[in-house]
């Protein structure tokens, strides 16, 4: 399996060279940059310029040097900061410079923060002894297991030209190739996220799904990494060293995933990683093993009250997915399942928040098909590139630009006085011990619980709501605690992503209507102000405890100026709901109803309307004007013509 460049999209690498004075920085960038032994060099070399053709991966190296003084200090650490290499230097000849790499240079470079590889070189090889004949594993070793962050080191000499081309190459190939993502060194094993990403790509690869690449597939697999096939005989070679090596690295069948990945750990380890890179890149994968932009055509320039939904596709690929691993038909999926599917990803999406808990589960801890679907949902309101990744990672072989969708503008939904949308996003206000919370949990049918846990962080709540006709839509609840909402006031585009504003109170206390009242208000104020105005509810809740009879009044009262529903009364601990989240998924299919209005805003509207009705009533008025004018010309024509 011969390998290829595999070159990333870089246009250029920029190596700094540091180290001690006199150890032969300066030396080393000028016999690199003119192929020759160097006469007479500076104390500090001008930027240096390798073109594109020096390096079989044609990219072109720009190599900086460095003065080690304290005065230049400033500079230098500035250099380390824009480095997308570092090359440390010290001399052969000299034991303190060596020292000096553990003592000083290495432990400034993470104090510096500089997460860049790193490559050791020993300057002056030349001027060392006989005496002093130690090998370069013995020297470094002990330093490269303190220090992980050094991906290799030469030994050169800039006088006699010995493996001066070599230090700038590894510096480059560190960058285009870097080895930290694919392999831990002291497991020497592939990473995690190297094994999920080729295991993605074994699974593509075995058009016929039977656990194995057979000679046809290997050979179109090697066709397309690296525009080559194999011979019959290099076939048999491969397989020969799997076969010597790992056991079920071959069967009957082909090579299997065992062998597949062993044959990368083997690559890797003999370093050529330039060759996994390239089957990594072909397949879209950047330098975090993640796919890049241009395998992900999510959709751009969306208005603020846009939002994004999966196709219809998507989400049919994703229940006939959900079936597959629902290995025993109950409906739902273990988490050990769950990990299975995501097997093919970087890692499980959902493992933390906002995810983890934002779905419906059963009693056991399994995701129902709702849950999943929903969960999905979420992901690509939330974060559509992250969705779509996500999608295809788990196997969609569908057009990736065709999976997304993009609603109409809320503002257009509303002048329509209807909506195409299937998942609704609606903002959860309301005061402490309101009953949130427990809103968000009887919406995922979890148990009531007694107990009081104050929010600290934005929650959310998403699942799948039953319309008439067998409609489904998807419905995310985001919990605001009240010391977020100052956040979403400060944010004039904080309602045009929202649905419906939902505004939570418990009806047997004083304090939570009325701060409830307060919160209403500056919503409603914040939408007039932004034009983003979204349709409104009031939830009353704790319907089982004796209400204050003030709220009871007082909230008919404001509904009534507001121009919006009356509360909504529920129960959560008596699981009275009063079809609540039916009633959210109306007032969302109906975006131009229930949206609140304040004083002040319908006096705006009224001076606008006075303002309009003035600018009409001018126009008509210098329509008749030049309407009258034109005819006493023409009367005054006729007159004059008949004198």
Request: hydrophobic fraction near 40%; glycine fraction near 6%; charge should be negative.
């Amino acid at each position: 399996m011969p390998g290829g460049s595999g070159s990333s999209s870089r246009t250029g690498v920029r190596v700094v060279v540091v180290g001690d004075r006199g150890t032969g920085k300066s030396s080393l960038i000028a016999a690199a940059a003119t192929e020759s032994v160097p006469e007479k060099v500076p104390p500090v070399h001008a930027p240096t310029r390798l073109p594109p053709d020096f390096y079989p991966d044609r990219v072109p190296v720009t190599i900086i040097d460095t003065s080690s003084s304290l005065e230049n200090k400033g500079k230098l650490n500035e250099e380390l900061k824009r480095a997308d290499a570092v090359v440390l230097t010290y001399a052969c000849n000299q034991q303190s410079t060596l020292s000096r790499l553990s003592s000083y240079w290495l432990p400034e470079l993470r104090r510096l923060e500089i997460k860049v590889p790193i490559i050791v070189a020993g300057c002056k090889l030349d001027l060392r002894g006989d005496h002093n004949a130690t090998s370069l594993e013995e020297v470094m070793g002990p330093i490269m297991q303190q220090f992980r962050e050094i991906e290799t080191c030469v030994e050169c000499s800039a006088t006699t030209m010995i493996q001066v081309p070599d230090v700038f190459y590894y510096a480059q190939k560190a960058v285009l190739h870097p080895t930290a993502p694919l392999f831990d060194h002291d497991e020497q094993t592939l990473k995690p996220r190297c094994v999920r990403a080729l295991k993605r790509i074994f699974i593509i690869c075995d058009h016929d799904m039977d656990g194995a690449l057979n000679d046809a597939e290997l050979n179109e697999f090697q066709v397309k990494c690296f525009n080559a096939p194999l011979q019959p005989a290099e076939i048999v070679g491969v397989k020969r060293v799997v076969q010597e090596k790992q056991h079920d690295g071959v069967n009957d069948l082909g090579l299997t995933l065992s062998g597949f990945l062993f044959l990368h750990a083997l690559f890797i380890e003999k370093g050529r990683l330039e060759t996994t890179w390239a089957v990594l890149r072909k397949f879209g994968y950047g330098d975090d093993l993640e796919l890049r932009d241009d395998f992900l055509p999510v959709p751009t320039k969306l208005s603020p009250d846009q939002s994004v939904e999966l196709a219809s596709e998507a989400v049919e690929f994703l229940r006939g997915i959900f079936g597959l691993y629902d290995i025993d038909n109950d409906g739902a999926v273990r988490p050990a399942e769950l990990e299975d599917l995501f097997l093919t990803a970087p890692e499980s999406p959902w493992d933390e928040a906002p995810y983890k808990d934002a779905a419906e589960t059963t009693a056991l801890g399994n995701l129902t098909l709702k849950g999943f679907v929903s969960k999905w949902a979420l992901m690509t309101l939330l974060d559509p590139r992250h969705s779509l990744a996500n999608l295809i990672y788990v196997g969609y072989g569908g057009d990736p630009a065709a999976a997304l969708r993009v609603t109409r503008k809320r503002s257009v939904d509303r002048k329509k006085q209807q909506t195409e949308r299937n998942v609704f996003r609606c903002l959860l206000f309301g005061p402490k011990n309101a009953g949130k919370s427990a809103l968000l949990n009887s919406f995922l049918e979890r148990p009531f619980s007694e107990n009081y846990t104050p929010t600290t962080g934005e929650q959310y709540a998403v699942n799948v709501v039953d319309r008439p006709g067998g409609n489904k839509k998807t419905l995310i609840l985001q919990e605001i605690p009240e010391e977020g909402v100052k956040k979403i006031l400060s944010n004039k585009e904080a309602l045009a992503s929202c649905d419906v504003t939902i505004f939570v109170y418990d009806s047997s206390d004083e304090y939570s209507w009325k701060r409830t009242k307060e919160l209403l208000v500056e919503v409603a104020r914040l939408g007039e102000d932004s034009g983003y105005g979204a349709p409104c509810l009031l939830i009353a809740s704790k319907d089982d405890l004796k209400p204050y009879t003030m709220a009871v009044q007082d909230s008919a009262r404001v509904t009534q100026e507001l121009g919006i529903e009356p509360p909504i009364p529920v129960s959560m601990k008596s699981k009275d709901l009063n079809n609540v989240f039916s009633r959210i998924i109306w007032a969302a299919e109906h975006p131009h109803l229930n949206i609140p209005e304040t004083e002040t805003g319908r006096n705006r509207k009224r001076y606008r309307h006075l303002v309009n009705s003035s600018l009409v009533f001018v126009s008509v008025g210098a329509a008749v004007a030049v309407v009258g004018l034109a005819a006493y010309r023409a009367y005054a024509a006729r007159r004059n013509t008949s004198s």
